[in-house]
Each structure stands twice: as structure tokens, then as C-alpha cells.
């Protein structure tokens, strides 16, 4: 938002332009505004700066070969402490990328378009459900069942044994 009001500001005023703001739903003010201008960058934005410069310049010491991970190697034996997480985020934020063989995945360009017609499809393929599957009343895969969900068939709530088992005489107290 300071960089907007301060693209702007010469043509509208400070004011004018913090108005219209508030008006769209922007909470800024004015003093806000010169509050937010006159605060030094944050250590973040200074420290990229400077990283920023050393990353370009190993990049293009390599021939514009390097990824991210030699780099960063480079960069730490140079004693330029950098994460390598850092210098990814960084190489991205300035466009650099390494050489890779096999190249690079092309970007597509082809967009097929929708109101154009398809070709027909010669092999006449039916990509309907057989008659077996069609029943509404049977919802179940064949071959699979889903007994990890029901209730088990005994009616036991537990379900700690099968229905055809009972415990022996004794079993845990009874």
C-alpha cells in the first residue's frame, strides 16, 4: 500500500488517496502512510539485498550453470553463510535456474478449443457400466466388502468375538 500511495501521491496528495482507500475497505491513514515510510526496511528485505548480489554473481561465474545446491556449496565456501532454502527462494525471486540435462519441461502452448468440434470416434468405444452394475438397489462393489464400518452380524455391540465362538466356561470370570 506506501508503495502505491507513493507512486501516486505527487498527482492526488497523501490524503485524498488514504480517503479513497478507507472508502474501498483499506484501513490506512495518512499518518500511517508516513509512519510505514519512514520505518527502516526489515533485516529480511536487507539481508536478500545483499545475498541477492552474491547469488547472481557465483550464477554467472558459473556460466549460468549452477542450481540452487552449488550455489549455496559456493557461496559456504566462500564463507557466506546462506540455508539453502534461502538461495532456492532467492534464485526463484530473480528468474535463475540451473542447467539440467535433458532440459528444461517445455511450457504448453496448445490450448485446445472449446467450441471446436472433436473427431469422431472411429472405434465406437461404450464407456457404459454393464448390465450387472447398473442395479440401483446394489451400491456394492463385487469383490470387495466394507465390514470395517458395520456393526458386526452378531448383534454384539463389543465385537470382540465371532458369532459362531463363544469364550469357555471361566473365561474371564464368568
Known sequence: MVAFIG???????????????????????????????????????????ALGKQILRVYKDSGERYGAWKVWD??????????????ERLMRQLGLR????????????????PAQDRPADLVNRDFAPPAAYSDESDRSV??????GSRRPRSGRR????????SPPSGHLGS
Open 7 to 49: 507512486a501516486f501521491r505527487e498527482e492526488f496528495g497523501v490524503e485524498p488517496i488514504c480517503r479513497a482507500l478507507r472508502q474501498a475497505g483499506v484501513r490506512i491513514s495518512p499518518s500511517g502512510y508516513y509512519a510505514a515510510r519512514a520505518r527502516p526496511p526489515p533485516a529480511r528485505a536487507v539481508r536478500d539485498a
Open 74 to 87: 559456493q557461496l559456504n565456501r566462500e564463507g557466506i553463510a546462506a540455508a539453502r532454502c534461502t538461495v
Open 98 to 113: 540451473g542447467v539440467r540435462r535433458g532440459g528444461w519441461k517445455k511450457p504448453r502452448t496448445t490450448v485446445p478449443d
Open 142 to 147: 463385487r469383490g470387495f466388502s466394507d465390514t
Open 158 to 165: 463389543g465385537g470382540c468375538y465371532p458369532p459362531a465362538w
